[in-house]
């Protein structure tokens, strides 16, 4: 396990590992002991009680933040003519169809999000093994393969952050920068919960929300008891 610095050591002092605090108390604190001259990125993370080797506990989708996640998120959509004339129009960063398939092909990755219609995947399918590693693959799940691409285009504009489990359980997801105001951080960390817990496999046993952080860039993770969320809802 690589050393940690300082820094580091000096931040996790002020944070009380036994504790699970309230939402508000987490993101106060994650804030507090973040250390890095960059207005860092505030991440939750949920370890959920739930198999993701079995095809019915996959967790996977995408939510629109109400604030955001401080980061102008640059998209490309692969789209024919009315779709791509309707993605320029809805402020894509890139639209085109084959020529950006070569592009990527060469090594090209000037982008974060990929938006396609469906009647694309067939070509766009062809990048699989250049996209798939890198997360970049669109799918039906998270709303990037679709003709409604001015949606797509504008959700992810306005703050749509993917969801998905990992091997052991894990979800992480960024829910705004260290200069976001408190209660802004506490709507979007309590945005996602409400979308983990509406999307709870059913065929998930024992405790489904085992455990959440926040933790920014480089900073201390601080545990959060989710049975304060509900507090901060009502």
């Known amino acids: 396990m690589a050393k940690k610095g300082k820094q580091y050591l000096e931040a996790a002092k002020l944070v009380d590992s036994s504790k699970a605090y309230s939402a508000a108390e987490a993101v106060e604190l994650a804030k507090k002991v973040s250390f890095s001259k960059f207005d860092a990125t ?35 959509v692969f789209a024919k003519g009315e779709k791509a004339k309707e ?9 085109g169809d084959t020529d950006y398939i070569a592009k990527i092909q060469q090594g090209w990755f000037d982008f974060d999000v990929i938006v396609a219609t469906p009647d694309m995947m067939g070509e766009v399918g062809k ?16 709303g990037t393969v679709t003709f409604d691409v001015t949606k797509a285009v504008n959700e992810i504009k306005a703050g749509k952050v993917e969801y998905r489990v990992d091997k052991a359980g894990n979800i992480h997801a960024p ?17 996602i919960y409400d979308t983990l817990m509406k999307v709870k496999p059913a065929a998930a046993k024992g405790t489904y929300m085992k455990n959440v952080s926040i ?20």
């Open 127 to 142: 990048l699989g093994r250049v996209l798939g590693p890198k997360g970049l693959m669109p799918n039906p799940k998270t």
């Open 87 to 95: 993605a320029e129009a809805a402020g894509a960063d890139f639209v």
């Open 42 to 76: 505030v991440e939750v993370a949920f370890r959920l009680g739930v198999d993701p080797k079995k095809a019915d506990q996959q967790i996977r989708g995408a939510v629109v933040l109400p604030n955001g996640t401080g980061k102008t998120q640059r998209v490309l």
């Open 215 to 234: 933790t920014t860039t480089m900073g201390p993770g601080v545990k959060v008891d989710p049975s304060s969320f509900t507090a901060v809802k009502n």
């Open 175 to 191: 829910i705004g920068k260290v200069s976001f105001e408190d209660s802004k951080l506490v709507e979007n960390f309590t945005t």
